[in-house]
C-alpha cells in the first residue's frame, strides 16, 4: 500500500504570508491527488483534485503542484479564514491514503 | 444542493455492531461513487471504504476487512456501514464522502461512534 508523507506537520505564519505543504508518496502513480481544508468540528472541503485543478469556488490563491511521488499545496498569500488543517489523499488501486495533516497557526 | 447527513452513531460496548447511514440528497446518489473515512478525535482522517454506484465493487481499509460493510439502496439513496466487532480503537467519527474525480468531494457533516464498556 502507498503511504502519503505530509510535511510539515504544522506552521506558523502571518496573514500575506506564502505557505507550502509537501506531500510524498511511497511509490508512484497516478496523479488521483487532492488537497483538503478542515476547520474544527467541521467537514472537510476540497480545494485540489487531480493534483492541480482548483475545485469550483475555491479561491485562486490556492494552487496544486507535482507529480509522480510528490505533490506540493500552495497558498500565495495567506488569509484569516486560511488558518486551518490541511490533508492530502492520494487514490491507487481501489485505496485511498491521507497524509497525516498540516495544521496551519497564526504567528 | 448536495447535502450528505450521517446518522446511525452512538455508544456501543467492544464486540457489538453498529449501521451507519448517509441520506443523500441534491445528486444522482446511483452514478456517484461513495465513501466512508473516519477520523479519531483530535487526530487525522482514514479512509475506510469505498463502493461503486451500482454496488457491484467495493474495498476496505485493512482495519474493517471482515469487519464492516458497506452497502447501498439506490431506491433510498442511502449509503451504509455496517460495523461488526467493533474494537475500541474503532471510535471515531464517520463521515461519508461522494466521490468524484478518483477522490471524495463533498462531505457529510459525521456521526460519532463510540467503543467503550
Given at each position: 500500500d502507498i503511504q502519503m508523507t505530509q510535511s510539515p506537520s504544522s506552521l506558523s505564519a502571518s496573514v500575506g504570508d506564502r505557505v507550502t505543504i509537501t506531500c510524498r508518496a511511497s511509490q508512484g502513480s497516478r496523479n488521483d491527488l487532492g488537497w483538503y481544508q478542515q476547520k474544527p468540528g467541521k467537514a472537510p472541503k476540497r480545494l485540489?483534485?487531480?493534483?492541480?485543478s482548483l475545485q469550483s469556488?475555491?479561491?485562486?490563491?490556492f494552487s496544486g503542484s507535482g507529480s509522480g511521488t510528490e505533490f506540493t499545496l500552495t497558498i500565495s498569500s495567506l488569509q484569516p479564514e486560511d488558518f486551518a488543517t490541511y490533508y492530502c489523499v492520494q487514490h491507487n488501486s481501489y485505496l485511498w491514503t491521507f497524509g497525516q495533516g498540516t495544521k496551519v497557526e497564526i504567528k | 444542493e448536495v447535502q450528505l447527513v450521517e446518522s446511525g452513531g452512538g455508544l456501543v460496548q467492544p464486540g457489538g455492531s453498529l449501521r451507519l447511514s448517509c441520506a443523500a440528497s441534491g445528486f444522482a446518489f446511483s452514478t456517484y461513487w461513495m465513501h466512508w473515512v473516519r477520523q479519531d478525535a483530535g487526530k487525522g482522517l482514514v479512509w475506510v471504504s469505498f463502493i461503486s454506484g451500482d454496488g457491484s465493487a467495493t474495498n476496505y481499509a485493512d482495519s474493517a476487512k471482515g469487519r464492516f460493510t458497506i452497502s447501498r439502496d439506490n431506491a433510498k439513496n442511502t449509503l451504509y456501514l455496517q460495523m461488526n466487532?467493533?474494537?475500541?480503537?474503532?471510535?471515531a467519527v464517520y463521515f461519508c464522502a461522494r466521490d468524484k474525480n478518483w477522490l471524495p468531494d463533498y462531505w457529510g457533516q459525521g456521526t460519532l461512534v463510540t467503543v467503550s464498556s
Open positions: 485540489i483534485y487531480d493534483a492541480t469556488g475555491v479561491p485562486s490563491r | 466487532s467493533l474494537r475500541v480503537e474503532d471510535t
